[in-house]
């Protein structure tokens, strides 16, 4: 009862606050800043108040709950065997269950992830190895390949040496035979 009556001042509070904001426009422009600071400052003390009567309210609510529960424990008879009383231990087992299994599962997973992972490591050692070997063949081949160019502007050349030296061996025995003959 004295709640509902401090509530209904409230709101009356309310009301009359919204006339004084009305009428606190209707001051002149030296004097109405001072009067809508004093309307909000009483707007504000009164929110206050009706928050502190809520936390009250609350407060007295729970109190009565924790009563009312304390008295049904205390005027509550217990029996062996009362259905409220069991424990209901297939549902916790079989939660138990399968959390062991989600746990055995995500083992596995993890088991798994590093098999993976251990082989993704080897084929790179792997992988290293031949891009090593592959340099080493590249840089073979080039030499190869400098090489038999070499080589095959050798055997051009000296196939110009050989025709010449034969062209002039052939002229030098036509000169001997032309003069000594």
């Known amino acids: 009862v004295v709640e509902n009556e401090i509530q209904a001042r409230i709101d009356n509070i309310f009301s009359n606050l919204e006339r004084l904001e009305i009428l606190s426009s209707k001051e002149p422009p030296n004097k109405r800043q001072n009067a809508k600071l004093r309307v909000d400052q009483l707007k504000y003390d009164v929110q206050h108040l009706q928050t502190a009567l809520r936390n009250f309210q609350h407060r007295r609510q729970l109190r009565e709950q924790q009563e009312r529960q304390r008295e049904e424990l205390l ?77 095959e502007k050798r055997a051009f050349q000296d196939k110009f040496l050989m025709l010449g030296g034969m062209a002039v061996t052939c002229v030098i025995m036509f000169l001997v035979v032309q003069y000594l003959t």
């Open 75 to 151: 005027a509550r008879t217990f029996t062996t065997n009362d259905s409220d009383t069991t424990i209901p231990i297939d549902e916790t087992l079989q939660y138990n269950e399968s959390l062991q299994s989600a746990h055995r599962g995500m083992d596995e997973l993890i088991g798994s992830g590093t098999s993976i992972l251990r082989g993704l490591r080897d084929q790179r050692v792997t992988l290293k190895g031949t891009h090593k070997k592959i340099l080493d063949v590249a840089s073979m081949l080039g030499l190869s390949n400098t090489v038999m160019r070499l080589i």
